[in-house]
């Protein structure tokens, strides 16, 4: 398992945090749940967040030593001037503990599990077992240092990837305007998301941290890809396009301060100047 800064951080952990599919989610599902300030006033907003919370609970049956990995994650964040405060012990106004009659912690809510809070749940999942006979890491279609306060200022933000071979790639016009169809066509690998839509009201937290990685495992896609690229002697390349609040697709070169995506695998560098646009 990741260690507790890369798994409950979307800027620590490169992608790889809770953060994602809970992102995915949020964005998935449309307004209101793809604006923060709305979000909850869909019924599924606690569905989906007591789903979060029960992975969340397995996560720290796996890791006992979360809460010591948080406080040293915090107290260097305040040692490299990354943050105005530790976190760790930051009082959370209104919410009192019954038990000790002071506010709580963040260490408390994330850290010390549900039955401290008062609740269990009666079926976690299971275990993760880890892919069986992996022989390679995925293919991840990368946007590094995503800023969310600035780009997703307005709703939530998402991401498909597309590999075709690269000297399709370049010119290739798009799955389409239809934002429903964008999962459907054969070069699709996979979408990732940000949740946004604060505006101009943006927490003390969003502005300490305000880059978030977002990886999208495109592993089928390149392994679809690869044969036709190889018979005509070039690499694959990725394609992205951005579904906005608004629904309009666009590629995310024509929107102005997301990063260029990087696909990123375990080939080696000679083979990827062969068969992977990097």
Not at 52 to 77: G, I, M, T
Not at 90 to 103: E, M, Q, Y
Not at 155 to 166: N, Q, T
Request: proline share 9%.
């Amino acid at each position: 398992q990741p260690s507790y800064p890369v798994f409950a951080s979307g800027d620590v952990g490169a992608g790889k945090s809770f953060e994602t599919p809970h992102d995915s989610i949020h964005f998935a599902m449309g307004f209101p749940m793809s604006a923060i300030p709305y979000a909850s006033y869909h019924p599924l907003f606690f569905c989906h967040h007591a789903q979060c919370d029960r992975v969340y609970e397995k996560y720290l049956q796996l890791e006992p030593d979360a809460a010591a990995e948080f406080r040293a994650h915090q107290l260097s964040l305040v040692q490299q001037r990354y943050q105005r405060e530790s976190l760790y012990e930051k009082p959370l106004a209104p919410f009192v503990n019954p038990a000790t009659g002071k506010l709580y912690t963040p260490h408390e809510c994330t850290t010390a599990g549900s039955a401290y809070l008062g609740y269990v749940y009666d079926s976690v999942p299971p275990t993760p077992r880890g892919r069986r006979h992996l022989s390679e890491a995925p293919h991840e279609v990368v946007l590094r240092d995503v800023h969310v306060p600035k780009l997703a200022r307005d709703g939530s933000l998402g991401f498909f990837a597309y590999v075709l071979p690269a000297d399709e790639a370049a010119g290739w016009a798009g799955p389409g305007a239809d934002a429903d169809a964008l999962a459907t066509h054969d070069a699709y690998g996979g979408m990732g998301a940000v949740f946004g839509g604060r505006g101009a009201d943006q927490c003390d937290n969003c502005e300490d941290h305000p880059y978030q990685t977002v990886a999208i495992d495109v592993s089928d896609a390149v392994r679809r890809a690869l044969p036709a690229a190889r018979a005509r002697g070039v690499g694959v390349g990725v394609r992205v396009f951005v579904v906005g609040p608004s629904g309009a697709v666009a590629p995310i070169e024509a929107i102005a301060g997301l990063p260029a995506p990087v696909l990123a695998g375990p080939l080696g560098r000679e083979a990827a100047r062969q068969y992977l646009l990097v």
